[in-house]
């Protein structure tokens, strides 16, 4: 359940202005505004700049960018343009008059070559598919890269630059760029049945990667998935609109089912070979990452058990499909899979990163798997691997180290030693996207209540070469308006758990009067609502709409619960097996610790989420229903036996083996014991938390004869957004926090 929050926006009257303290007589005075939703949704008041259309080129010194049709060559260190290396007019097919309507671009190595995407149409969270071309820059030709009809997926340059692999109906095929000839690697793909080089959708949403193939180093083969997700159950969802609605059928496997079986193979490009590696003899497991070493014809296969508490590394001749396992790293709860495997140049270390110690961080093997040394250490964990010098051996790495609140960069040897920060001393996240030669990196700074800075740093020293982008205007355009300051604060529940805060207070707080308190609540494994950060343009307007709400007298609160991130394994993982538990607990002692304050009324606390945030807003409201005295849930998982098998089984094992673990945490079994106002939110389109969700919630509501009030939209996603779908979700839920809190 990896929720992207999609920003938040919604409507009040505005209350008469303040006038500015120390200013002109009142009837000239510049007054403060409030934040409307026309502001946040319609008139993009609040709309956050950044460095559009971002890619380094192969040398470090430039990036390139899409600008009015045209592909642009810019210098990072003034962010200027210095050349056009692709002119839109340029890209008109034979007989046409219009050139392409472009939408995305990548280079093969050399940059001689350039492969453009049309009409791209996305699919489900990270896949898309889309007509592509090929442009010649020396013979400035455009062909399209495939004569056949249909569209293609992930169409990737060989590393030589002289083939293209890409994915149409589930089969996997490589065109030679010199003929264009197409060959396929793969002829059993089917609907639902068999998919070559992509991922079946569970994979896509929890193990975070579309793509299911990558070229060798040496472009001589490819390395592709095969799943066969024949047995996948099939979830129905009708799409509404027509005279009699469609049906929409996929492969969902839902908590304790069937998943599809993985196989990893090889092709030859040369020979026309296809290979089967062997990753043993169990078929109900994961195959979360493949990536191909620095040694030739060897292949690393990452494999997990179902539970996933047991990590493999499996080192694979890509000529036989023989492999060895190397490495394992295991835990009594679970273990995560991320992109921190680097290998390194020579063929005989890699890096990789555990919580073995409690903490997630850096580690160097042999190629064996015998350790060579913990590079990091201490009470904090890496986030990412940002950047790796290889002539240095000097790794680049994002983390915790100085505060659970805030991001920032460090670098460090592979001997352990000279570990120094590059990010600039004080507060706040930094979100580093680095060159591969690592002499520069974008700087994405951002600190609460603040939109980001853009800026362009060295990568040595992490001294600033230039700000790209400081949005002035938005800081100026911000002091206009009557906003509160965001806190953060750290407190201890009556059971003597130690949690961190955030508190939103409305502008002109004043301590004598009692306020309500809205509670934001996401609470999920490994996530953080409580950071120093602006969230990027689509989670900053979720802080502005907690802006508008404080505007009309309300405190927001947001508290990390036991079960989220960058506090150490123990932490995290406490709620292994009881998902929702220690969870809700936390959320219902923060909300009787914020009823002793003398300032709020006790009377008045209310809690909203979104997806996993929905879940604990429902749960909240029935086992800890004298606690809170209204909720809105968004799209909620309300029993997780509904929810999909990769997350589920992560944190609470299959519902065979713990079946308690399911129900003593699901708001279907509580529904008899809610008492305050509910706003049940959810699509009917939602291919992540089924609406078949909110339908069993409200079954068991209308049993136990309690009243509640739920809103729908016809064929929206999660998300739920697109046209007027925003605005008029958050009127409603406004109203309804006036009305009931």
Same mark, same amino acid.
């Given at each position: 359940?990896?929720?992207?929050?999609?920003?938040?926006?919604?409507?009040?009257?505005?209350?008469?202005?303040?006038?500015?303290?120390?200013?002109?007589?009142?009837?000239?005075?510049?007054? *403060?505004?409030?934040?409307?939703?026309?502001?946040?949704?319609?008139?993009?008041?609040?709309?956050?700049?950044?460095?559009?259309?971002?890619?380094? /080129?192969?040398?470090?010194?430039?990036?390139?960018?899409?600008?009015?049709?045209?592909?642009?060559?810019?210098?990072?260190?003034?962010?200027?343009?210095?050349?056009?290396?692709?002119?839109?007019?340029?890209? *008109?097919?034979?007989?046409?008059?219009?050139?392409?309507?472009?939408?995305?671009?990548?280079?093969?190595?050399?940059?001689?070559?350039?492969?453009?995407?049309?009409?791209?149409?996305?699919? $489900?969270?990270?896949?898309?598919?889309?007509?592509?071309?090929?442009?010649?820059?020396?013979?400035?030709?455009?062909?399209?890269?495939?004569?056949?009809?249909?569209?293609?997926?992930?169409?990737?340059?060989?590393?030589?630059?002289?083939?293209?692999?890409?994915?149409?109906?589930?089969?996997?095929?490589?065109?030679?760029?010199? &003929?264009?000839?197409?060959?396929?690697?793969?002829?059993?793909?089917?609907?639902?049945?068999?998919?070559?080089?992509?991922?079946?959708?569970?994979?896509?949403?929890?193990?975070?990667?579309?793509?299911?193939?990558?070229?060798?180093?040496?472009?001589?083969?490819?390395?592709?998935?095969?799943?066969?997700?024949?047995?996948?159950?099939?979830?129905?969802?009708?799409?509404?609109?027509?005279?009699?609605?469609?049906?929409?059928?996929?492969?969902?496997?839902?908590?304790?089912?069937?998943?599809?079986?993985?196989?990893?193979?090889?092709?030859?490009?040369?020979?026309?070979? %296809?290979?089967?590696?062997?990753?043993?003899?169990?078929?109900?497991?994961?195959?979360?990452?493949?990536?191909?070493?620095?040694?030739?014809?060897?292949?690393?296969?990452?494999?997990?058990?179902?539970?996933?508490?047991?990590?493999?590394?499996?080192?694979?001749?890509?000529?036989?499909?023989?492999?060895?396992?190397?490495?394992?790293?295991?835990?009594?709860?679970?273990?995560?899979?991320?992109?921190?495997?680097?290998?390194?140049?020579?063929?005989?270390?890699?890096?990789?990163?555990?919580?073995?110690?409690?903490?997630?961080?850096?580690?160097? $093997?042999?190629?064996?798997?015998?350790?060579?040394?913990?590079?990091?250490?201490?009470?904090?964990?890496?986030?990412?691997?940002?950047?790796?010098?290889?002539?240095?051996?000097?790794?680049?790495?994002?983390?915790?180290?100085?505060?659970?609140?805030?991001?920032?960069?460090?670098?460090?040897?592979?001997?352990?030693?000279?570990?120094?920060?590059?990010?600039?001393?004080?507060?706040?996240?930094?979100?580093?996207?680095?060159?591969?030669? &690592?002499?520069?990196?974008?700087?994405?700074?951002?600190?609460?209540?603040?939109?980001?800075?853009?800026?362009?740093?060295?990568?040595?020293?992490?001294?600033?070469?230039?700000?790209?982008?400081?949005?002035?205007?938005?800081?100026?355009?911000?002091?206009?308006?009557?906003?509160?300051?965001?806190?953060?604060?750290?407190?201890?529940?009556?059971?003597?758990?130690?949690?961190?805060?955030?508190?939103?207070?409305?502008?002109?707080?004043?301590?004598? *009067?009692?306020?309500?308190?809205?509670?934001?609540?996401?609470?999920?494994?490994?996530?953080? &609502?409580?950071?120093?950060?602006?969230?990027?343009?689509?989670?900053? &307007?979720?802080?502005?709409?907690?802006?508008?709400?404080?505007?009309?007298?309300?405190?927001?609160?947001?508290?990390?619960?036991?079960?989220?991130?960058?506090?150490?394994?123990?932490?995290? *993982?406490?709620?292994?097996?009881?998902?929702?538990?220690?969870?809700?607990?936390?959320?219902?002692?923060?909300?009787?610790?914020?009823?002793?304050?003398?300032?709020?009324?006790?009377?008045?606390?209310?809690?909203?989420?979104?997806?996993?945030?929905?879940?604990?807003?429902?749960?909240?409201?029935?086992?800890?229903?004298?606690?809170?005295? /209204?909720?809105?849930?968004?799209?909620?998982?309300?029993?997780?036996?509904?929810?999909?098998?990769?997350?589920?089984?992560?944190?609470?094992?299959?519902?065979?083996?713990?079946?308690?673990? $399911?129900?003593?945490?699901?708001?279907?079994?509580?529904?008899?014991?809610?008492?305050?106002?509910?706003?049940?939110?959810?699509?009917?389109?939602?291919?992540?938390?089924?609406?078949?969700?909110?339908?069993?919630?409200?079954?068991?509501?209308?049993?136990?004869?309690?009243? $509640?009030?739920?809103?729908?939209?016809? %064929?929206?996603?999660?998300?739920?957004?697109?046209?007027?779908?925003?605005?008029?979700?958050?009127?409603? /839920?406004?109203?309804?926090?006036?009305?009931?809190?």
């Amino acid at each position: 359940m990896n929720f992207r929050f999609l920003g938040l926006a919604l409507f009040l009257t505005t209350a008469a202005p303040a006038v500015l303290p120390g200013s002109a007589p009142a009837a000239f005075a510049q007054q *403060k505004q409030n934040i409307t939703l026309e502001d946040i949704w319609q008139k993009g008041t609040f709309s956050a700049r950044s460095v559009p259309g971002f890619n380094w /080129m192969k040398d470090g010194r430039y990036y390139s960018s899409l600008s009015q049709g045209n592909l642009v060559q810019n210098d990072v260190t003034t962010g200027q343009p210095v050349q056009t290396l692709v002119a839109g007019q340029e890209l *008109k097919l034979p007989g046409q008059s219009q050139p392409l309507a472009v939408d995305g671009y990548s280079f093969n190595a050399d940059e001689s070559k350039i492969l453009f995407s049309t009409d791209t149409e996305p699919i $489900y969270r990270r896949s898309s598919k889309s007509y592509f071309f090929v442009y010649d820059r020396g013979s400035k030709q455009l062909v399209p890269l495939s004569k056949t009809a249909g569209k293609q997926l992930y169409a990737t340059f060989s590393p030589d630059g002289k083939r293209v692999a890409f994915v149409r109906d589930n089969n996997l095929f490589v065109v030679d760029l010199t &003929t264009m000839q197409e060959t396929a690697v793969t002829t059993n793909g089917a609907q639902n049945r068999i998919i070559n080089g992509g991922t079946d959708w569970v994979y896509e949403e929890e193990f975070e990667f579309a793509q299911g193939f990558q070229w060798s180093p040496d472009s001589r083969q490819l390395a592709y998935y095969t799943f066969d997700e024949t047995e996948v159950p099939e979830y129905n969802m009708q799409e509404w609109g027509p005279l009699y609605p469609k049906d929409y059928r996929y492969k969902y496997p839902k908590a304790g089912e069937k998943n599809s079986i993985v196989s990893i193979s090889t092709y030859d490009v040369a020979a026309g070979r %296809n290979t089967k590696m062997d990753v043993g003899p169990e078929t109900d497991q994961y195959i979360p990452r493949i990536i191909w070493t620095q040694t030739p014809n060897l292949l690393s296969i990452r494999r997990m058990n179902r539970l996933q508490n047991k990590l493999e590394i499996l080192h694979a001749d890509a000529r036989t499909g023989n492999t060895q396992v190397v490495l394992t790293d295991t835990d009594p709860a679970y273990v995560e899979v991320n992109d921190d495997l680097r290998y390194l140049a020579g063929g005989k270390e890699f890096l990789f990163s555990s919580e073995k110690d409690g903490y997630r961080h850096l580690y160097l $093997y042999n190629m064996s798997g015998k350790l060579v040394r913990q590079l990091t250490k201490g009470n904090w964990e890496i986030t990412s691997i940002d950047g790796f010098d290889e002539k240095k051996g000097v790794v680049y790495f994002t983390s915790t180290e100085a505060s659970p609140l805030q991001r920032h960069l460090y670098r460090i040897d592979l001997k352990g030693k000279g570990k120094a920060r590059l990010s600039e001393a004080g507060s706040g996240n930094d979100v580093v996207n680095m060159s591969a030669d &690592t002499r520069y990196f974008l700087n994405y700074h951002s600190e609460a209540g603040q939109p980001q800075v853009v800026s362009l740093r060295n990568g040595q020293d992490g001294k600033l070469v230039k700000v790209l982008e400081d949005n002035a205007k938005l800081r100026q355009k911000l002091t206009e308006y009557n906003l509160g300051k965001l806190e953060f604060i750290n407190f201890k529940t009556a059971d003597g758990v130690e949690l961190n805060a955030s508190v939103l207070k409305p502008a002109g707080f004043d301590a004598s *009067k009692k306020y309500p308190v809205l509670m934001y609540v996401y609470g999920g494994p490994g996530s953080q &609502t409580v950071k120093d950060d602006a969230g990027g343009g689509i989670a900053f &307007t979720n802080y502005l709409w907690h802006q508008l709400l404080a505007q009309n007298g309300y405190i927001i609160v947001s508290v990390d619960n036991r079960g989220t991130g960058a506090r150490g394994a123990a932490f995290k *993982k406490s709620t292994y097996a009881n998902l929702g538990k220690l969870e809700t607990i936390d959320q219902a002692a923060s909300a009787r610790y914020f009823a002793t304050l003398p300032y709020v009324d006790k009377s008045r606390i209310g809690i909203w989420g979104w997806s996993f945030g929905g879940y604990m807003t429902a749960l909240a409201l029935t086992k800890n229903a004298d606690v809170f005295k /209204m909720g809105v849930s968004v799209a909620p998982v309300t029993n997780w036996r509904y929810y999909d098998s990769v997350y589920t089984e992560r944190f609470l094992k299959t519902p065979q083996q713990n079946p308690q673990g $399911y129900d003593d945490n699901s708001p279907v079994q509580f529904a008899d014991q809610l008492k305050g106002k509910l706003l049940l939110v959810h699509g009917t389109g939602d291919d992540n938390v089924h609406f078949q969700n909110s339908v069993a919630f409200t079954e068991a509501m209308i049993k136990a004869n309690k009243d $509640y009030q739920t809103l729908y939209y016809p %064929n929206r996603n999660h998300g739920i957004y697109g046209g007027n779908t925003r605005l008029h979700l958050y009127r409603q /839920m406004t109203d309804f926090v006036l009305k009931n809190l």
